[in-house]
């Protein structure tokens, strides 16, 4: 049971004598029994009984309580002073007291000292407290005698395996220490700095260590926000919060409108990626030493601590000699952490049954493709009156795509610091590379999912085509990866999607029992326009609940926009006919734009005509009207020279249709065979006309009939 720390001392004698008999008297001082005094110490035995714990964060030791039995004898017969009065005096200016016992049938006398305060975890030495014991004033005794304890409070915690070292000793002979007198602290000023751990240069602290890490990473939610989210009201309708995002190709473009390049601008701005919370287990120890100078682990059973955990991409760049902090930015790191800091990731968290399990969240924005994964750890003790050192360390989790995984076993500190004295977390994140460094080469943006490159096929032509426009309708599969595992496909997933800012229906936005989207593309186009490549633009809205970015204030909306481009070729229902925007390099993209292709022309592969017959009319002013009757014959084709795998071999025939078909007849007609005939382009035509044409088959047979009168050549 704890005894009260308010009150120093108890008093095993009944107090049954007035104060009076306290006051001290004239008389020579002994030094234990060897003056004037008429009795002498025999025996000293001194324990601790119990001590006081710091605080309810802290279940550590604050003070303890004394129990001291000293045994007097008589000078001069050599016999136990037994039920005598007495009176114990401190000598100490730390604990001043006074107080009256009386000895035993043994001649033994005994007190007790409670509420000695001290610093846990400072350095271990042995203290001298000074004591005169005194007979009473109507005792037949006279004289005093000094005591000499000297006590170390530290030692039961600090016994290394098989030694067993005193708490309390009696200095009995002033010649001879009962310990080495180097580790004794005389001083009663230097005793009273050391028992509050003052003055103790930084190397003799107790050093917090960490015995075991383990870790836990498990992906909380969805991110996407922009940086200027929390400039803006989230509730107007007319906040740009990439409502309809750009394509790559679009903000790339050398034509680019000044409406797009602001939602380019914006865009960069964007935060996407997952929160995470990484679940620790850490078992906190404080490195000390015993009196001997032995390393002493003393578990903490219960401590309050600030907890700062980031997750580094190491062996980075060229050289292999590059980190980048993934759950974090080394901005913030800029100054070193006092203890008036407060915590960056995690709230102060208590062990219990001396194990600390914080729970950190963060928000995870960039991937890289390389490297190993490791834990910096910071650990600092809070609200705590002694003075520890923070603890360092620096573990490897293994390979950069465990950055989600299972729970891990111990992990293994790094080998390079060897012991986290050579780790200094502050300097370790301020050297960390930035993002910009390694952005494009070794360190990409994070999105929630990847999206598999899309595979695409022809479906069908749709109703409604015409000779020259026709509309084709194509099938677009992308699977869909979450980002936070890199291997779990999203199955069932319910996402809102629209295809070119025409929503599709719901039950056709959600992945399929093999996480993939099945989506139905459609492409409108020209027959006869220059052949290209059509983009084909899906915005796939997903939840993200920004759940780190609103706990730092930041107001967004908890929804994310990935967009999927397809380009396709709807001339081509082959292996030129789909291709995701992905597949397509730069260079490709502009060969494309900036090519300069022949439009489509028409040929006429063979014409021939037929007279069918002659038919006259005369009418009553005789004049006479001749009816020639004509079949006309022809092959039309389509020069496609613009064609995307034939080039200029692409001679296609006329597809069936309705045409408006000019026909006119040559009045001048001159053998080019003739001699001395001059052929000039002066022609003149008799008459011409206009006939609506069905085409099948890529031939015309058309019965003409002319009427004319002119029967001149």
């Known amino acids: 049971m704890l005894a009260s720390k308010f009150s120093p001392v108890y008093i095993l004698w009944p107090l049954l004598f007035a104060t009076a008999c306290w006051s001290p008297k004239q008389s020579v001082v002994d030094e234990g029994g060897k003056g004037n005094a008429t009795f002498y110490i025999s025996k000293v035995h001194g324990i601790s009984t119990s001590h006081n714990i710091m605080s309810k964060d802290w279940n550590i030791p604050k003070e303890k309580n004394y129990r001291y ?55 271990s030495k042995y203290l001298l407290f000074m004591r005169s014991l005194r007979p009473a004033d109507d005792s037949v005794h006279t004289g005093s005698v000094n005591l000499r304890l000297v006590v170390n409070p530290w030692a039961p915690y600090r016994m290394a395996k098989g030694q067993k070292l005193e708490e309390v000793y009696w200095w009995e002979n002033e010649s001879q220490a009962p310990v080495d ?79 797009v390049a602001e939602k380019c601008a914006h865009q960069a701005d964007a935060v996407s990626g997952f929160d995470i919370e990484m679940h620790l287990e850490l078992k906190p120890t404080v490195q000390v030493e015993n009196i001997n100078g032995d390393i002493v682990y003393l578990d903490i059973p219960k401590g309050k601590f600030q907890v700062f955990a980031e997750l580094v991409a190491t062996e980075l760049g060229e050289g292999a000699d590059k980190n980048l902090m993934i759950t974090g930015d080394k901005s913030k790191y800029r100054h070193i952490l006092t203890s008036k800091t407060a915590a960056l990731e995690v709230e102060t968290e208590t062990s219990h049954m001396g194990l600390i399990r914080p729970k950190i969240q963060a928000t995870i924005t960039r991937r890289v ?59 370790y994140m301020q050297n960390s590379s930035g993002f910009k460094e390694l952005q494009n080469t070794y360190a990409f943006h994070m999105k929630p999912f990847d999206f598999s490159v899309a ?57 399929n029992e093999e996480g993939c989207l099945i989506l139905l593309g459609k492409v409108s186009h020209a027959f006869y326009k220059i052949e290209e490549l059509k983009p084909t633009i899906f915005e796939i809205e997903y939840d993200a609940p920004n759940l780190v970015a609103k706990k730092q204030g930041i107001k967004a909306k908890n929804s994310g926009t990935y967009t999927l481009v397809v380009y396709t070729n709807p001339w081509d229902d082959k292996f030129t006919f789909f291709r995701d925007e992905r597949q397509m390099s730069k260079e490709l993209k502009q060969l494309i734009d900036e090519q300069k292709k022949i439009e489509s022309r028409f040929f006429i592969s063979s014409f021939s005509y037929q007279t069918l017959r002659f038919g006259y009319e005369i009418d009553e002013f005789l004049n006479l009207t ?13 020069l496609r020279y613009s064609g995307n795998v034939p080039g200029r071999n692409n001679i296609q025939r006329l597809r069936d249709g309705i045409y408006l078909m000019k026909v006119a007849y040559q009045k001048d007609y001159l053998d080019p065979a003739a001699k001395g005939v001059l052929i000039e382009r002066k022609t003149t035509y008799r008459e011409y006309d206009n006939a609506p044409l069905n085409l099948y088959g890529a031939q015309i047979y058309d019965p003409y009939i002319n009427n004319y009168r002119d029967l001149t050549n």
């Open 181 to 259: 007198e180097s580790k004794i602290i005389l001083d009663p000023v230097q005793v009273k700095a050391v028992m509050r751990g003052m003055n103790i240069p930084g190397e003799q602290r107790g050093k917090l260590f960490i015995d075991h890490v383990s870790v836990l990473t498990s992906k909380l939610a969805d991110v996407f926000y922009t940086t200027n989210d929390s400039q803006l009201n989230i509730d107007d309708p007319n906040a740009l919060i990439l409502e309809q995002p750009a394509s790559e190709r679009e903000c790339t473009s050398k034509n680019i409108t000044p409406e």
């Open 455 to 511: 595979k695409g096929n022809y479906v069908m032509v749709l109703p409604g085509e015409t000779a020259t426009q026709r509309t084709v309708a194509f099938r677009v599969e992308t699977c869909i990866f979450d980002n936070a595992t890199q291997m779990g496909r999203q199955l069932f997933k319910q996402f809102r999607i629209k295809r070119d800012g025409v929503e599709i229906p719901i039950e056709d936005s959600r992945t």
């Open 369 to 427: 493709t390389q490297g190993r994964l490791k834990l910096a750890l910071r650990v600092r003790p809070v609200d705590i009156e002694s003075l520890i050192n923070p603890y360092e360390g620096l573990y490897v989790i293994g390979d950069h795509k465990k950055l989600v995984s299972g729970a891990t076993p111990k992990l293994d500190m790094d080998s390079y610091f060897g012991h986290s004295e050579t780790f200094d977390f502050i300097t």
């Open 626 to 638: 001749v009816e020639k009757s004509v079949l006309l014959r022809m092959e039309p084709y389509v």
């Open 69 to 123: 039995e000293v045994c007097l004898k008589d000078k001069v017969t050599r016999k136990e002073l037994v039920h005598q009065k007495f009176v114990v005096e401190s000598l100490d200016p730390i604990r001043p007291f006074t107080a009256p016992v009386k000895t035993t049938d043994n001649g033994c006398l005994s007190w007790r000292e409670d509420g000695l305060a001290f610093d846990y975890y400072a350095p």
